[in-house]
């Protein structure tokens, strides 16, 4: 991978740990994960709960990896999983300030790779907040649905990756995380087309309770002023309107009045 993203200040390089595993496996630890993410997924899911499943996975294929964070809604970000909840503060300070490897590899939509104590100059709430934290090095990855024009394809989030080593993350970790990321899109599509259905279905079910209540209405009124339906209807709309009332609220009233006590 030739496009993860560090900041000048680094000069380009880290140093490598000596007790870092082999690629192999590095590879088969990724496979892993992955396997155990898509296994987990379900199409009927809540947005958050996938994250946080992303998020406690995303762990496990990386070495170095201590803590994962998923930020989304990129305009209005906000942290919606932590495999640990304490992290989320290095996230929020780069949220209030407006900068910060998670911001930046959402601008520029490339992995972003920052040394704690090395970026005092150009995020220094994040760096403050990190080594408080007792975090070394940050990895933040974009999230992004895909589209069969780059232009045309849609951030929705990072991966933000945190190591206690200053040492932690290399080019074929950025590789397994964009992996993940893939994962990542495909599960938010999911989840959105999920809530959006059970949306429709809630809407359609209100709909269709009011529906019953508003022609139980329209009966009270064409047994009490023996009217036609469209009338009955028209009395219950014109109630409606002087009330400020929902339709719904005035047929339900009508209903409750006439009850058994």
């Known amino acids: 991978m030739d496009d993860l993203t560090i900041p000048p200040s680094q000069d380009g390089a880290h140093t ?4 870092r595993q082999d690629p192999v496996e590095r590879l088969d630890d ?5 396997t155990m993410l898509r296994d987990g997924f379900s199409g009927e899911e809540p947005l958050d709960s996938v994250l946080q499943r ?3 996975t995303a762990t496990r294929a990386i070495q170095d990896a201590d803590a994962v964070t998923v930020t989304v809604n990129p305009r209005q970000p906000r942290t919606a999983a932590a495999s640990v909840a304490e992290l989320i503060e290095i996230d929020e300070k ?6 910060g ?3 930046e590899a959402a601008r520029t939509l490339r992995a972003v790779r920052a ?10 709430e994040f760096d403050a907040s990190a080594e408080q934290h007792g975090v070394r090095a940050y990895l933040s990855v974009p999230i992004v649905l895909p589209a069969a024009d780059h232009s045309d394809a849609k951030h929705v989030g990072s991966l933000n990756i945190y190591s206690y080593k200053p040492s932690a993350f290399d080019p074929f970790d950025e590789g397994v995380m964009r992996l993940f990321t893939t994962a990542a899109s495909a599960a938010i599509d999911n989840a959105h087309r999920w809530q ?9 079910e209100t709909a269709l309770v009011s529906r019953a209540v508003i022609d139980q209405a329209k009966g009270v009124l064409m047994a009490v002023h023996s009217c036609t339906a469209d009338q009955a209807f028209a009395m219950l709309v014109q109630d409606s309107q002087k009330r400020n009332v929902k339709l719904r609220e005035v047929a339900q009233g009508l209903i409750d009045s006439v009850a058994p006590r």
């Open 16 to 19: 490598a740990d000596t007790d």
């Open 94 to 99: 780069q949220y209030s300030s407006n900068r």
């Open 101 to 103: 490897p998670c911001l």
């Open 115 to 124: 040394v704690v104590g090395e970026n005092r100059d150009n995020w220094p």
């Open 196 to 204: 959006r259905s059970r949306d429709h279905i809630a809407h359609l």
């Open 54 to 56: 992303l998020s406690e």
């Open 30 to 34: 990724a496979t892993s994960a992955l």
